[in-house]
């Protein structure tokens, strides 16, 4: 299985920003789609946002006009830029990646808190 590694996350001040980056530890082939999910305590995982290789976004609701999700395909990166945090997008944030057919990998998590 691929390995997905996530350096970002850390602790943010309400208002501030954060930029979780995520790529693969190794060489990997055709990856169509990567994302972002996150999981709150006794929450269900939830998508953050997503993009394909062909540029197509899609963002959950409470992420449009504050999170930025950007591919560089080149490297199977994924990177999700957070502005004006809230203390409510405290949670831990998994990169996803999608293969075709169903095929897919996670990131273990990286924590993002968020203080008032």
């Known amino acids: 299985q691929v390995q997905l590694v996530e350096p970002g996350g850390g602790l943010a001040q309400a208002g501030g920003s954060l930029r979780l980056p995520c790529a693969p530890s190794?060489?990997?082939?055709?990856?169509?789609?990567m994302g972002w999910y996150r999981q709150a305590p006794g929450d269900p995982r939830e998508l953050v946002a997503d993009a394909t290789n062909s540029g197509d976004t899609k963002y959950a609701d409470f992420a449009k006009g504050r999170f930025t999700i950007s591919r560089d395909v080149a490297k199977d990166a994924v990177y999700l830029q957070m502005n004006s945090l809230k203390p409510e997008d405290t949670a831990v944030y998994y990169c996803?990646?999608?293969?075709?057919?169903?095929?897919?990998?996670w990131g273990q998590g990286t924590q993002v808190t968020v203080s008032s």
């Open positions: 190794g060489p990997v082939s055709n990856i169509n789609a």
């Open positions: 996803n990646a999608r293969w075709p057919w169903g095929i897919y990998s």
